[in-house]
C-alpha cells in the first residue's frame, strides 16, 4: 500500500525557516505531483505548493518567494523549505500525491504542525 509520511514541523519565531520533508513509498513517484496543502483551525484547507512530474513549481501567493518546493525522484521525497516564516503560516502541513493521469490516485500524509510564534 502506498506510504506517504510528513516530518520536519515544530515551533519557529517569525522570521525563521524550516524544512519540511515528505518520503513516499509503493507507487511510481514519477508519475505523481507533488504537492504541500496546509489547514489552519477554522480555515479550509489551501494548496501551498506543487512540484509537478515534469519538475515544474507553482505557489500560492502568499508564499512566493519564501517558500521553495522540491523533488528528489530517486529519493522518492519532495520538501518545502520555508523562510521569512509569518505567524499566518501556521497549520497543519500536509503532502499530497496525484497520479498524473489517474487522478483517482491521489493520497495524502499524516500532517505535521507548523507553528510561528514569538
Known amino acids: 500500500q502506498v506510504q506517504i509520511a510528513e516530518s520536519g514541523g515544530g515551533l519557529v519565531q517569525p522570521g525563521g525557516s524550516l524544512r519540511l520533508s515528505c518520503a513516499a513509498s509503493?507507487?511510481?513517484?514519477?508519475?505523481?505531483?507533488m504537492s504541500w496543502y496546509r489547514q489552519a483551525p477554522g480555515k479550509e484547507r489551501e494548496l501551498v505548493a506543487t512540484?509537478?512530474?515534469?519538475?515544474?513549481?507553482v505557489y500560492t501567493d502568499s508564499v512566493k518567494g519564501r517558500f521553495t518546493i522540491s523533488r528528489d525522484n530517486a529519493q522518492k521525497t519532495v520538501s518545502l523549505q520555508m523562510n521569512s516564516l509569518k505567524p499566518e503560516d501556521t497549520a497543519v502541513y500536509y503532502c499530497?500525491?496525484?497520479?498524473?493521469?489517474?487522478?483517482?490516485?491521489?493520497?495524502w500524509g499524516q500532517g505535521t504542525q507548523v507553528t510561528v510564534s514569538s
Open positions: 509503493r507507487l511510481t513517484f514519477s508519475n505523481y505531483h
Open positions: 499530497n500525491a496525484k497520479h498524473s493521469v489517474l487522478d483517482n490516485w491521489n493520497y
Open positions: 512540484v509537478t512530474t515534469l519538475g515544474s513549481r
